[in-house]
T-cell receptor
Framework: EAQVTQNPRYLITVTGKKLTVTCSQN?????MSWYRQDPGLGLRQIYY???????DKGDVPEGYKVSRKEKRNFPLILESPSPNQTSLYFC????????????FGDGTRLSIL | DAKTTQPPSMDCAEGRAANLPCNHS???????VYWYRQIHSQGPQYIIH???NNETNEMASLIITEDRKSSTLILPHATLRDTAVYYC?????????????FGQGTILTVHP
């Protein structure tokens, strides 16, 4: 089954403790992206990747890192999480950037205390 | 990307057609109209997209006006499981580096 898989689905952690949210897709998609969703602010793009070893900042990249060493994986790294990064996170992928539907994961709910 | 305007909420009876409007009066010639929906806090789900012709797939139909300034998503026989937030997005594809700009969307409630 074609899917985007995120792990973990839920995480409660403390300020400053490094964490990684993994994202994997099995559709051989070139494009992958991370969004965060906050009440009243909608979904905002954090980082995106157009292919292996090609990543770039979205609208709200501060406090996040990403890497794209393999086509299928696009982990989101919070080196020193802070409470303002408490949010619902979604990973998405598409075949290319041009006019292709994006497939989203089921989300990761992070709470930073 | 062009801005879109959608009604904040709509109701529909189960089994009836749900017609969700979207205004995108500043759309550019190379921008597509996309529809996604989000059920509760699940990941957004792609529904349909189009440039200027009407489109239909197994989920819905998309009607785009001739001047492309507005569109309507039609769910032909709404079910309770179609209750969700529906987002209309206009996107230029490669020139926007794949970023989807989600607005507030329309909360569609399908009732028995």
């Amino acid at each position: 089954e074609a899917q985007v898989t995120q792990n973990p689905r839920y995480l409660i952690t403390v300020t400053g403790k490094k964490l990684t949210v993994t994202c994997s897709q099995n559709m051989n998609h070139e494009y992958m992206s991370w969004y965060r969703q906050d009440p009243g602010l909608g979904l905002r793009q954090i980082y995106y990747s157009m292919n292996v070893e090609v990543t770039d900042k979205g609208d709200v990249p501060e406090g996040y890192k990403v890497s794209r060493k393999e086509k299928r994986n696009f982990p989101l790294i919070l080196e020193s999480p802070s409470p303002n990064q408490t949010s619902l996170y979604f990973c998405a992928s598409s075949l290319y950037t041009s006019n292709q539907p994006q497939h989203f994961g089921d989300g990761t709910r992070l709470s930073i205390l | 990307d062009a801005k879109t305007t959608q009604p904040p909420s709509m109701d529909c009876a189960e089994g009836r057609a749900a017609n969700l409007p979207c205004n995108h009066s500043t759309i550019s010639g190379n921008e597509y109209v996309y529809w996604y929906r989000q059920i509760h806090s699940q990941g957004p789900q792609y529904i349909i997209h189009g440039l200027k012709n009407n489109e239909t797939n197994e989920m819905a139909s998309l009607i785009i006006t001739e001047d492309r300034k507005s569109s309507t998503l039609i769910l032909p026989h709404a079910t309770l499981r179609d209750t969700a937030v529906y987002y209309c997005i206009v996107n230029a594809g490669g020139t926007s580096y794949g970023k989807l700009t989600f607005g507030q969307g329309t909360i569609l409630t399908v009732h028995p």
